[in-house]
């Protein structure tokens, strides 16, 4: 095929130092799949007229409707560099933040990235995100400024204007640069510094140490800059792009200046003085042209004056000369100047080379892993290197070696698995045929008619003849199998195949050859001592055979493919440092795996994942026999996605949970074209909501002060009267004092972040519980559990410190409560704290194992579960609560044998009439929670949105219209230096955001492009259950307070949506109603 | 006065926007006159807002004929004279003339139900769950069966709903697990007869002629097998309700 043969592949394959690994970065609408057009268009796989329209790798028909890239896609391309052939693996990755977990996949497979930024647009939000997610998976980035025809052509800059405009530019890109860097660098010294404090008398130092952290790391080779040759100056659209290289080689000769000198003055603050013929530094100062202006962009501006301004022919011949560069007749007469520009430009100035070349010298080969990167691959953030075992340890050399040879292990990572219709694959493509083949055939068709006559003779030769087995059954029931048999490679035809997404580290995986795979929560520790006990991994398990606890599974390598965009070619091997495809995995592989012959070899670490899956929608087939159908979709859908969940509920809903809005309309059409194939209804989004309490407000809706009884009764314990609950159980014999408080916010806020560590501490407690041996194990926390990494420890500890802080600002009521709180919920690790205040029960608070001889303590499980069932569920809309704190005040249960009677219950189940003792105190309790939360005043929180849009000044004032109507608000808006558009950064609530963009962008004539990203959870200041009530009130809001109640609106739907009880009247005016009989 | 007798259109008056509630006591007929679809709302507590209820606060013997009631009428039934008490009362406990909003959203009611009940009753053969709510609503109406919102209790209606439902979906009643301990000699023929009516066995454990069979059943079978059990073992038979309805519990990350 085209410029590639096998031959040459496997060549270029088998030279790590010769193969480039590398993606394209950017936000979204900057340029990145136009800039991988003109990649592909100089592998001829499409051509260079097109290169810039046709999107190659949208290969999807919604990608192209829509004009947004939705998936990561590879393509290997050759690169000739001064006579050096290089391979690039380009993998092209979308750029709208609801698929950011495609770009995780594609950056993970990658040691080097093209970050596009458009010069007009700026540095945007993904941008940084981009940026942030290249540094965490530690690979080196390029940039290239693109769109520079924009500065031209639409905000018609001069030179200068876009020379000042293009380092400012420049300079946001290295801020965001910086910052990644001292965030590291600053994180990394915390670490040091903790040890550090072992001795006492360096603790004078320590502040000192901090920055000098900072100042000691070298981070000059992180920043983009001209001079280094990392940047790019480009037009993706128009196909030009330069690097100063190519102007300095250019003046060089012209000027007599050494190439080198105007390689690092070419770009900055420095001109040519005019008689002495020398670079001199301080142009701006001097008010000189920069030498970037006077020989790069004033060349540029000029070029696109005469061909797309003023369209002058001749010139144009002139100028083409010039550079001697020969232009097609066609092209001469075209009456587009864009045209005549393109040809032009993409032969004095061409895109794909330059950038290639940078590609092939600034980013590094396969090989050249550094060791920091290796060592992120094999173990996550919060376990430490050392702690694997030494087999695993080893390994790290291997990674770096990036060894193709024989005996090193192989080891291969798969970032996604992604559908390819089935004849589409190379095995199944129509072919020409041999000669042999035709033969063969012939061969065939000729036997088929023998037979054939033989059939229509048999008549008259059979009768008679009782042994005759007739041959027309015979072949008329082999043509039956053959047909069907068709029919089946028909279906399969039909129906996708997976194709694994995958890296080879090291070694050479080959077609037949046997490989572990190794799922995403595989632990080497555990597996090797398994297998040292003896266990055998069966071959034949896949991977629905799995048990919980086992993660591994082993396959034969089927089809091994080269990725070019839209399609694949088969290959045999694969040798180290090199992006593939694998088929046949769909068994094995969920979303992403492992592929090793070695089992010491690590789980590669999860994916960063950066958005939070927040949209769900309920699906179910149209119609109901389609179920079948929908959940086969449903399973195949979430195997292509990493980003998808998708959840059985108990009702029997599946509900499908994605990024965005535009997410969700991708896996919707997936699901009715591509993976189930039937119609499909998807609910309204379900929004989430959480429930809270706060503290009696004391201004009412119009801002006036409340002053009645409440602020009479302040003082004295009269407060609490109404807010404890006392509550007994069914049998009475057990009675339970309660009261509800909203959390301090920082509180919430430190148990929200530390939700995981929260769930290993239950995890932890709860798995020594169950060999409750309690003299042998100390309780304190440290000491009783091996498991916990030390990290994990410490961050308990600097956790339970922040709490204590957290507490201690907040005043009084909260002094100590961080050793009393008893549990958190829901699910053991949410945002909700069960304190204990009962006088003399000694209970020990949640980080510690429950110990002792209370005689509650027996049922203090039931206790806790009640508490989880409440806040998991809230009494506004059955949903989960948040930053609630429920006081217990008191619990007492009734003399020991009362109690010893019940305990015989479990035989005879009819003397016990209110069910088990355990049973009711987890009712009792949960009925108190939801009561004391009651008995404060309630409130709803929103899940919010931040977004970022980008709008010109002229639609900013609808904006803030439509942003207003959807009750956002506007966190702060600035204009961008140079240009008209302002960035408005705002907040909007999930629930109001749907239609969101079509809506901003209507209103806004298009103008307005928000990105919407999950940010925090809101408390809606309006009482769900508010009605006027002071005269202000009544003033403002009439009677009946026909402007609505937003909290009000909120809750019913989720009550509607849930088949609760809505509190609504059929008509809400008696007046108001159609006053005439309906036959008259 | 004599105008007011004749009948035409023109001078005719009709109570739009009325609905009237009737009691009788004391064997007289009292009647109030409220808005339409208002006075089921004040039952069900919504609606607080006397006013919004009621057009007047008389209490009439004819609303339409405009005759209002006697105060010893009213004094002699109720015990107390009071309009406003007495339109509660009647409001209360009279009989109720329902509007059209109010009988559809009871007809819509009913109609939730049903199919909350099929739903509960119900699960999907392949998976064991149960369908959703909105599905089955939506398989009820394309089935174009109708209901009686007067007739016969949701239950009932309901377990007529299935079979029907079952022509346009795969859907089985959710079954039953029991547990039966059989013992003497008729065992072995007991233990047939019940695995007769057993949609399946789930285990059985001869124990010295002793059985201890564990089996699904149809709910609609469950009065039969306890039948069979009690009557033929003469009381030596146990059976025992493990679950009332098999379905997989929990949510369940798709993978």
């Known amino acids: 095929m085209r410029l590639l043969n096998p031959q040459k592949l496997n060549e270029l394959q088998r030279n790590p130092n010769r193969v480039r690994n590398i993606c394209i970065l950017a936000h979204v609408d900057h340029g990145k799949t136009t800039l991988a057009d003109s990649l592909v268009a100089t592998n001829g796989i499409i051509s260079p007229k097109m290169a810039g329209k046709l999107r190659y790798m949208d290969s999807r028909k919604d990608e192209q409707e829509r004009g947004i890239t939705m998936k990561s896609s590879s393509i290997a391309l050759l690169h000739n560099k001064g006579g050096e052939e290089y391979l690039v693996n380009l993998i092209d990755s979308p750029g709208h933040v609801d698929f950011a977990s495609e770009v995780s996949t594609a950056v993970r497979l990658c040691d080097g990235a093209v970050v596009v930024v458009d010069v007009v647009e700026g540095v945007c939000p993904q941008t940084q995100a981009a940026l942030k997610q290249a540094w965490l998976e530690n690979i080196r980035p390029v940039l290239v400024l693109n769109k520079m025809d924009r500065l031209i052509l639409e905000m018609k800059l001069s030179p200068l204007d876009a020379y000042v405009h293009l380092t400012q530019i420049l300079e946001q890109v290295n801020a965001v640069m910086g910052e990644l860097f001292t965030s590291e660098v600053l994180g990394r010294t915390v670490p040091e510094k903790s040890q550090s404090q072992i001795d006492p008398d360096k603790a004078s130092s320590l502040l000192y140490d901090w920055s000098a952290g900072l100042e000691d790391a070298d981070d000059s080779h992180l920043y983009f800059s001209p001079d280094q040759g990392n940047v790019i100056f480009a037009s993706a659209v128009d196909g030009w792009g330069f690097g100063i290289e190519h102007f300095a080689k250019l003046y060089a000769d012209k000027l007599g200046v050494n190439e080198k000198v105007l390689q690092k003055t070419l770009w900055g603050d420095f001109y040519l003085h005019g008689k002495t013929k020398r670079v001199m530094k301080g142009a701006q100062e001097k008010a000189k042209k920069p030498l970037f202006v006077q020989f790069a962009l004033e060349n540029l501006w000029a070029v696109y004056d005469t061909v797309v301004i003023r369209k002058e022919k001749d010139k144009l011949q002139k100028i083409a000369d010039s550079l001697n560069i020969k232009l097609t007749v066609r092209d001469m007469r075209h009456t587009d100047g864009k045209v005549q520009l393109q040809a032009l430009c993409g032969q004095w100035l061409p895109l794909a080379k330059t950038l290639l070349d940078m590609v092939c010298t600034k980013l590094p080969a396969p090989c050249e892993i550094t060791e920091e990167k290796a060592e992120k691959l094999m173990c996550s953030a919060t376990e430490r290197f050392d702690s694997l075992p030494s087999d695993t340890q080893k390994l ?215 958005v939070v899956p927040i949209v769900r929608v309920a699906v179910e087939p149209t119609h109901a026999q389609d179920m079948a159908a929908l959940v086969r979709g449903l399973r195949l859908l979430n195997q ?118 929260l769930k290993a501490v239950d995890k932890h407690i709860h798995s020594e519980a169950g060999q409750q041996n309690s003299e042998m194990f100390e309780d304190s926390l440290s000491e009783s559990q091996m498991v916990l990494t030390e990290r994990t420890l410490k961050a308990i500890e600097t956790l339970k410190e922040k709490l204590k802080d957290a507490f201690s600002s907040a005043g009084d009521e909260w002094k100590c409560a961080e050793s009393q709180i008893w549990s958190v919920g829901p699910r053991r690790c949410g945002p909700n704290i069960l304190l204990n205040r009962i006088p003399a029960y000694d209970h020990p608070s949640v980080w510690q194992r429950l110990r002792g001889s209370d005689r509650r303590l027996e049922y203090d499980s039931s206790f806790v579960n009640g508490f989880q069932l409440a806040t998991l569920a809230g009494p506004l809309c059955e949903e989960p609560m948040m930053g609630v704190c429920f006081i217990v005040e008191d619990w007492t249960l009734a003399e020991e044998t009362q109690l010893d009677h019940p305990s015989s219950r479990e035989t005879t189940s009819s003397s016990q009439p209110y069910g088990p003792f355990s049973g009711q105190i987890m009712s009792a309790v949960k009925e108190g929670c939801r009561k004391a939360f009651q008995a404060r005043p309630q409130r709803l929180m929103a899940a919010m949105y931040s977004c970022n849009i980008q709008v010109n000044a002229e639609a900013l004032g609808k904006m803030y219209a439509v942003l207003g109507r959807r009750h956002g608000r506007v966190l702060h808006g600035d204009m961008q230096e140079g240009s008209s558009t302002f960035t408005v950064t705002a907040v909007l609530p999930v629930v109001e955001s749907f239609e969101f963009a079509p809506e901003i962008r209507k209103q806004t004539s298009g103008l307005a492009s928000p990105q919407l990203v999950f940010s925090h959870w809101e408390v809606i200041d309006i009482d769900p259950f508010w009605t006027p009530h002071t005269e202000e009130e009544y003033l403002h809001y009439g009677e009946k307070a026909d402007s609505g109640n937003r909290a009000r609106r909120y809750m019913d739907a989720v009550r509607r949506r849930k088949g609760l009880a809505v509190q609504e009247k059929l008509v809400e005016f008696a007046e108001k109603q159609r006053t005439l009989s309906k036959n008259k | 006065t004599k105008m007011s007798k004749i009948f035409t259109p023109t001078n005719q008056i009709r109570l739009t926007n009325v609905a009237v509630v009737r009691m009788k006591k004391g064997g007289k007929r009292f009647e109030i006159a409220c808005y339409r679809n208002k006075v089921v709302s004040w039952r069900n507590n919504i609606e607080t807002d006397i006013d919004e209820v009621l057009q007047t606060h008389t209490v009439f013997t004819n609303v339409s004929k405009g005759q209002v009631a006697k105060k010893e009428d009213l004094i002699k039934a109720f015990g107390k004279d009071d309009q406003t008490d007495v339109c509660k009362e009647i409001l209360t406990k009279g009989e109720l003339q329902v509007s059209d909003k109010e009988r559809q959203s009871q007809f819509e009611l009913l109609f939730k139900d049903i199919a909350t009940t099929v739903a509960d009753k119900c699960v999907n053969p392949e998976t064991k769950r149960p369908y959703p709510v909105s599905m089955i609503e939506k398989a009820m109406k394309d089935a174009h069966i109708s209901y009686y919102y007067t007739f016969g209790i949701p239950l009932m209606q309901a377990l007529d709903v299935i079979p029907l439902l079952k022509a346009t979906m795969p859907l089985e009643r959710a079954q039953m697990k029991i547990r039966a301990v059989l013992s003497g000699r008729d065992a072995r023929k007991l233990r047939d007869k019940v695995a007769k009516l057993a949609t399946s066995l789930e285990s059985e454990d001869w124990d010295g002629g002793k059985l201890n069979l564990v089996c699904l059943i149809d709910p609609g079978h469950y009065r039969e097998v306890d039948e069979i059990v009690r009557s033929e073992t003469k009381g030596h038979g146990l059976l025992e309700l493990m679950s009332l309805k098999e379905v997989t519990e929990g949510e369940e990350l798709l993978e």
């Open chain 1, 396 to 610: 790290k050399s291997v990674f770096m070696a990036c060894s193709s040879d024989e005996d090193a292990p192989v080891i291969v990572f798969i970032s996604k698995m992604f559908p390819m219709e089935r004849r589409c694959l190379p095995q199944y493509r129509s072919h020409p045929l041999t000669a042999a083949e035709i033969a063969e055939r012939r061969e065939k068709t000729r036997l088929q008619h023998a037979q054939r006559l033989a059939q229509s003779e048999t008549p008259f030769s059979v009768e008679g003849c009782g042994d005759y087995v007739n041959p027309g059954t015979h072949l008329l029931s082999s043509g039956d199998q053959m047909k069907i048999e068709e029919q089946k490679e028909q279906e399969q035809n039909d129906a996708d195949a997976f194709i694994a997404f995958a890296r080879v580290f090291s070694g050479t995986i080959k077609k037949g050859q046997e490989l572990y795979v190794l799922g995403p929560k595989h632990e080497p520790q555990s597996a090797l001592e398994k297998l040292e006990s003896g266990e055998v991994i069966n071959p034949d398990l896949t991977l629905k055979d799995l048990k919980s606890g086992q993660h591994i599974t082993r396959v034969k390598i089927d089809q091994l493919y080269l990725l070019m965009g839209r399609e694949l070619e088969t290959l045999d091997s694969v040798p180290a440092g090199n992006v593939f495809g694998i088929g046949g995995l769909e068994e094995h592989v969920l979303k992403s795996a492992t592929l090793s012959s070695t089992v010491a070899c690590p789980a590669f670490t999860e994916l960063a994942q950066v």
């Open chain 1, 640 to 757: 292509a996605d990493a980003c998808v969940q998708v959840i059985v509920q108990e009702t029997g809903e599946h509900v499908l949970v994605t990024a965005g809005e535009v997410h969700l309309q991708r896996c919707l059409d997936d699901l009715r074209e591509r993976y189930a194939k039937v119609a499909i209804n998807a609910s309204e989004p379900i929004v989430p909501f959480r429930e809270t309490v706060v503290v009696p407000p004391t201004v009412d809706m119009v801002n006036e002060a409340i002053q009645d009884q409440n602020t009479a009764s302040k003082d004295g314990d009269k407060e609490n009267a109404g807010e404890v609950i006392t509550l007994s159980t069914s049998n009475k014999h057990s009675t339970i004092k309660i009261r509800a408080a909203p959390l301090p916010t920082e509180v919430t806020s430190l148990l929200e972040v530390h939700a995981d560590l």
